[in-house]
């Protein structure tokens, strides 16, 4: 009876943990948990990359089919002086303001009246241009709703014509300007610039280039790496 009192004495003694085995546990429990936020951490950060690459990528294909598409469509006609397609280049004159990259507007035969009950002609303005101070890229658009065509840009360079956003956080790299088009003539000749109206080059005179080469940039959501975005579009003469 006696041993067994002690045995009984000496494990209630010992029910309670002492103070290193506290700080032992706690420590333990302290490594695991920070293991567990690096992971997570880690994993987070990977996801977050992986979205702002989509976003970045959706919103570069979006912009650069838009372009394709309205380019595809660019109109001239030898018999109407007023009908153009003029591209300007990054940095030097341009016709909407303010902008810090390359423009380029052009008559375009999209079938405007499908869509606008108040268009008359089947042949729209349309172009594209740089917002520096914004840094989005916009789309330029008018419908002709009068009973004459009327196909002169700076008529309409105001509120008559819609200015839509079509790209965001266009911005430029170290290496790669933020907007820029390049022009080509059916001989590959390259220019920064295109004019299709009298004093022009020869080889633009009269002409649409055969090939936009399109530069974009594009700067990632919360972060600093940018993505360039290039394409070639051929043009129907």
């Not at 790299?173 to 920064?192: C, R, V």
């Amino acid at each position: 009876m006696r041993i067994l009192s002690l045995l009984s004495r000496r494990s209630a003694r010992r029910k309670g943990l002492t103070l290193v085995e506290i700080l032992v546990v706690a420590t333990i429990f302290a490594i695991i948990a920070l293991s567990l936020f690096v992971v997570f951490r880690a994993g987070l950060e990977s996801w977050s990359r992986t979205q702002a690459h989509l976003e970045v990528y959706q919103t570069a294909r979006t912009a650069l089919d838009w372009i394709t598409k309205d380019l595809s469509a660019s109109y001239l006609n030898s018999n109407n002086a007023s009908i153009t397609f003029r591209g300007f280049n990054a940095g030097g004159s341009t016709w909407v303001s303010p902008s810090g990259g390359s423009e380029v507007f052009f008559i375009a035969a999209l079938n405007p009246t499908q869509n606008d009950p108040n268009a008359k002609f089947e042949l729209c303005q349309v172009g594209y241009w740089l917002n520096s101070t914004t840094h989005e890229l916009m789309r330029y658009y008018y419908t002709q709703t009068g009973s004459t065509p009327d196909y002169t840009f700076s008529t309409h360079a105001g509120t008559a014509a819609q200015n839509q956003k079509v790209a965001k956080n266009v911005i430029a790299s170290a290496t790669e300007a933020a907007f820029s088009l390049t022009y080509f003539d059916s001989a590959g000749t390259t220019y920064s610039t295109w004019d299709s109206r009298a004093g022009a080059p020869s080889t633009q005179v009269g002409k649409k280039p055969s090939k936009v080469q399109i530069t974009l940039t594009l700067k990632e959501p919360n972060s600093t790496r940018t993505q360039t975005f290039k394409t070639g579009v051929y043009i129907p003469q």
